[in-house]
């Protein structure tokens, strides 16, 4: 028969599952905190980056008048408003702005024009959406073809991004005098070109006359 345990292998045995047991615990701790940590940096990620997807379509489809940036009372602070055709709530070319209010970054749209604060009064007339919380800095600065955005989060990196956007030029006299010659240049060109391709009067040819004694058989010789 086989012997039994004895009772320092049993407690050998014992130490080293322990052991194990507390080793597999800190792996899985560990894996767990690792996925936390990477799952809550892409969450930022891609929420930075569906912020800056919104302004770059907002920017991308301006109208009528050019964005402003206006300063608040806070230096930290920037309100940015401006026309587009970019909207999240089916509005017709709405307007639209950025502001802070309690660390926190707003995009109202709105049919009518948007005047700050809102307050209970005016609120049924906006569209109000919350991007980001615990912000510490807001800053827009609009170039003469492009447009700097600082943002940062109290317990974030500072994000800064440009996007490169030509502001709209508005429409001279002189264009659209250009536009109204060149256009009747055009007509012209082409009724001429129309005259010269016109095909050319052919001649009448007379249809050929047939011989009719050219097919008599020839008189044969009598014997």
């Known amino acids: ?3 039994s345990f004895t009772l320092i292998e049993l407690i050998i ?30 969450d930022k990620e891609q929420l930075e980056h569906k912020i800056k997807y919104l302004i770059y379509q907002d920017i991308l489809h301006l109208r009528d008048t050019l964005p402003t940036s206006t300063k ?8 940015l408003t401006l026309k587009t055709k970019n909207s999240l ?42 991007l980001l919380e615990d912000v510490e800095i807001f800053k827009v600065y609009i170039a003469s073809s492009s447009f700097l955005f600082i943002i ?13 956007m030509p502001l709209p030029k508005p429409t001279t006299n002189n264009d659209t005098n250009s536009s109204n010659q ?4 055009q007509t012209s060109s082409q009724n001429t070109n129309q005259n010269s391709n016109t095909p050319p009067s052919l001649p009448n040819f007379g249809q050929p ?5 050219s097919n008599t058989p ?3 010789p009598t014997f």
């Open 152 to 164: 940062k989060t109290i317990n974030g990196e500072k994000t800064i991004f440009e996007i490169d």
């Open 72 to 79: 608040t009372k806070e230096k930290k602070f920037d309100t």
């Open 89 to 130: 709530h089916e509005i017709f070319y709405p307007n639209v702005a950025y502001f802070i209010n309690e660390q926190t970054l707003f995009r109202v749209e709105s049919n009518k024009k948007i005047s700050l604060p809102i307050t209970h009064e005016n609120i049924d007339n906006y569209k109000i959406d919350k």
């Open 13 to 42: 045995s014992i130490v080293i599952l322990s052991i194990m047991i507390v080793y597999l615990y800190e792996a899985l701790h560990t894996t767990e905190k690792s996925n936390k940590f990477y799952q809550s940096r892409f």
């Open 1 to 3: 028969m086989k012997k």
């Open 218 to 220: 020839p008189t044969l």
């Open 182 to 185: 060149n256009q009747s240049s």
């Open 209 to 213: 006359t047939t011989n009719q004694n």
